[in-house]
């Protein structure tokens, strides 16, 4: 009885330290995995840079002036609108999480690889689902915009 009742504290104990010490250091090596992956620090950077400014550091924006990109439902429709928004700019009348804005983006300079690694930090850090992008991907949708306004001015 007794050495059951060891081996039941022998159970508990090894499943606390489970909990205490093996999951901690796994999440914590997640996240130093992540700090050290040269894609997100290239994200992280280039936003701090080029958006920040405007859209703030945590994605909360600025009420009635620039959307938020935290929490925002207008990430969560389509990943090829908010690609080309980060291409081509926007000046339009949008809404984003019941608020209306009407005003400019400039399209984001830098290159394609900047610009994808810009996005999926954005989807990664602000509570929108983790949609990921490719830099070939930025470059198709940058070509084929291209040649839409093409075909347009010449229709
Ligand atoms: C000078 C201010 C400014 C900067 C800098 C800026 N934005 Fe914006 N952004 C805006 C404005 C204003 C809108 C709304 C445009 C409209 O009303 O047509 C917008 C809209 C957006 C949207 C779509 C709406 C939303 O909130 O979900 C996304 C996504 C976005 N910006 C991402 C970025 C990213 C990423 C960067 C940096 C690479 C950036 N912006 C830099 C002002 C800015």
Do not use: W
Request: with cysteine.
């Amino acid at each position: 009885m007794k050495r059951n009742y060891l081996f039941f504290l022998l159970f508990i104990t090894g499943i606390l330290s489970v909990f205490t010490i093996i999951i901690p250091s796994y999440t914590e090596l997640i996240q130093l995995n992540k700090k050290s992956d040269i894609r997100y620090l290239n994200g992280y950077n280039q936003y701090n840079k080029k958006c920040a400014f405007c859209h703030q550091q945590d994605g909360s924006g600025i009420k009635d002036y620039f959307p938020p990109l935290y929490n925002s439902d207008y990430l969560l429709k389509d990943k090829k609108v908010v690609a080309e928004v980060l291409i081509f700019g926007l000046m339009d009348t949008i809404t984003v999480n019941g608020k209306t804005y009407s005003g400019i983006m400039h399209p984001v300079l830098g290159t394609d690889q900047d610009i994808a690694d810009i996005f999926n930090y954005m989807y990664q850090e602000f509570g929108n689902n983790a949609q990921s992008i490719t830099s070939l991907e930025i470059s198709t949708i940058r070509q084929k915009g291209k040649e839409a306004k093409r075909l347009e001015i010449y229709k």
